[in-house]
């Protein structure tokens, strides 16, 4: 049973009375994905208004609907909440959920990695809820804490940020036993403007950590990690990475196109585990440390911590397929910035077979948005990469710095003709680009 499941639920959780208790099914912002006995929340934003759609809802069957227009404010009918802000009340309910729960709260942020890892924390976590899809924002992290199940001994939360408060606003009612940076890297520059800004934002987690729980952050700068001891001195601090001087780090690394092998290593704790996993490139490998650094210090045993690290799956990342005339397609297009990029590139870096980069463009870079896709087509070139193909405005630039046997499109069609009458057996073939070039339409092509 979810933490919402009837509207005698949301009673407790938002403090407010109901007029008569009706079952809920599941959880909707949307009516075209409404389902029956859904709870329907009227969200208002800068260019929609889902209050504009509360008859709608209910005539598509919810349960009940949360509302914050003033025209429901007198309501009288008994599937209708009033609220003064929708948004507020998902907090509120959140937020009470929260103080109820009892098991182990962990919380992730980070510019590069978090979805990825919050599901390898997720996966070895049994018996845990985590959240849904990629609901990390204001709206979507109460949405999966309202559909975490009661019964969960653990919930493991992604945190996503976007401009300066948006850490600080999730994690203050999450309030986590463990908070995870996963990295700081060049994600969000348009409104964060520098990799500073990126490191004040993720760590306003940081001071909602509950006292005595636990910090996982990267060892890479130590700059950072001298700022974030800094921040408090009744929490522990856990380390990792590649160096030799994180508590946590990765030795002996064997890297393929589909899989990778090491051996995590800890002086401090005395720990030499040979981990084998499915899950391919360096980016993985400090996933990977990040996670058994959590689970380590939740107690879990490191034998178990193994053998579950071996068994996850990532669904939508980096999928590997048979794609156009028998080549291999990696589709790793969910998301795109620099940092992740190089890490993508590094993975296709590996392959014996003819190397092929499909990029669209970066986006949310601002002013830094020629130079980091110039820098993106030098490290492509860097790496040895074959075939550089830019679809979007900005991917000129990196073809550009590519140089040779790089090729910019900015029609679709094009780029698809292309694909079709150049992509041999030979090739492995990388698609990606950030999440508002839809680059998952070159898939099917």
Known sequence: MKFISNSNDISKFLGTSVKKNIPIKSISTDTRTLRKNALFIAIKGNSFNGNKYVNTAIKKGASLVIADGKEFKDSKNKQIIYVPDSIKALKRISKNIISSFEGEIVGITGSNGKTSTTSMIYQCLKGSSSTIKNFNNEIGMPLSIMNAKRASTSLVMEMGAANFGDIHYLSSFLKPDVGVITNIGSSHLESLKNINGVFKVKSEMVSNIKKNGCLVIPSENKNHQSQWREMRNDISIITFGLSKDSDFYAADIKYSINKTSFTILSTKHNIKQRINSNLAGEHNVKNILATFSV???????????????????????????????KSTLIDDTYNANPDSVKKSIDLLSNSKKRKVLVLGDMLELGRMRKYMHKKIGNYASHKKIDIFLGFGDLTKYAVDAFGKNGVFFSNENELKIFLKQNISSDDVVLLKGSRGMQMEKFINV
């Open 295 to 325: 689970l380590f210090f939740l107690n879990r045993p490191e034998k178990d911590i193994v053998k579950n690290i071996k068994n996850i799956k990532l669904m939508g990342r980096q999928d590997q397929f048979s794609w156009i005339n």
